[in-house]
């Protein structure tokens, strides 16, 4: 746990999605590579706080007997089919907030299944710290 909050992996999500399903809330960090089982899970769990923009940006496969990663879509691949985002998620919000990494007027608005962030707030985390407390007190309240 970090902060009394419990974490869960990439990996224990893939493999149990509905591991999910026991929590009230999720706060997915930069998770910009998943797979078709673990977008399924977030997107549809009611109360996600996407907290770095580029979440969800790109299909990948797993092979965990060989430990390897597959791009599957997403980042412009494949070549003959490029699209940007691998899920063509209506909620992608890389653009233009993955580059606002300042992040001096975070702000966080509302979409179907939770909340994102309109900036990448690791200096906030770092430096400033009455904007990371205001954001810990929103999560919180979340």
Not at 50 to 71: K, R, S
Not at 91 to 97: A, E, I
Request: charged share 25%; hydrophobic share 35%; with cysteine.
């Amino acid at each position: 746990t970090i902060l009394g909050y419990p974490t869960i992996t990439d990996a224990d999500i893939d493999r149990n999605p509905g591991i999910l399903q026991q929590f009230d809330k999720v706060i997915m960090l930069h998770n910009e590579y998943v797979t078709r089982a673990m977008f399924d899970a977030i997107t549809n769990h009611p109360n996600v706080l996407y907290l770095y923009p580029n979440a969800l940006y790109a299909e990948i496969e797993v092979d965990y007997v060989n430990e390897t990663i597959t791009l599957i879509r997403g980042h412009d691949y494949p070549p003959e089919d490029p699209v940007a985002n691998g899920f063509d998620w209506e909620y992608d919000n890389t653009h233009p907030y993955e580059y606002d990494v300042e992040c001096s007027n975070i702000e966080v608005y509302k979409i179907r299944n939770g909340w994102m962030t309109t900036c990448y707030p690791d200096i906030l985390f770092l430096l400033d710290t009455e904007q990371l407390f205001k954001l810990l007190k929103l999560i919180k309240a979340l």
